[in-house]
């Protein structure tokens, strides 16, 4: 009996809580709708084309992007070939960047680093034709011999 009225209270606190509707004001944001599409343009400051509109020059950062395929393309710069153009897929909740890359003119250094191999291996092979053809001329002096 004594321990009967010790848990009547907890008892009653137990019963209050099953009965009592939860409710609750807590509001959640909605989950975003949109993406992230960060541009960067590299060396130089080109303009920047979203689906063909201008939309900066050198950096572009849309927070709100609409998700769905976009295309990137860059304006020219006197000096610079303009990167190829990029189509991407934007995703809700998430971020795409794209660095843009311009190119300077005249600057096809995979055609000097070929050349420049060519050149260095036909040096080396002269210099060892010459070093053979040196050292079967010169005539060894003979061991003890007086000059």
Known sequence: MKYAI???????VTL???????????QFPPMPTTGVLIVTTTPM??????????????????D?????????????LEGY?????????VVATETKTIVMEYTPQGADWKKWLKWGAIVLAI????????????????????QGSKS
């Not at 010790?6 to 009653?12: N, S």
């Not at 084309?49 to 201008?54: A, R, V, Y």
């Not at 040096?123 to 003979?142: D, E, Q, S, T």
């Open 6 to 12: 010790k848990l009547l209270p907890l008892i009653a």
């Open 16 to 26: 209050l809580l099953l009965i009592t509707p939860v409710t609750t004001n807590a």
């Open 45 to 62: 400051e080109g303009e920047i084309f979203i689906d063909g509109e201008c939309v900066g020059t050198g950096y572009y950062r849309n």
């Open 64 to 76: 709100a992007m609409e998700p769905g395929v976009h295309t990137i393309a860059c304006g020219p």
């Open 81 to 89: 070939i303009p990167p190829e153009t990029v189509v991407t897929t």
């Open 123 to 142: 040096g080396f092979a002269l210099g060892l034709a010459v070093g053979i053809g040196i050292g079967a001329v010169a005539k060894p002096k003979a």
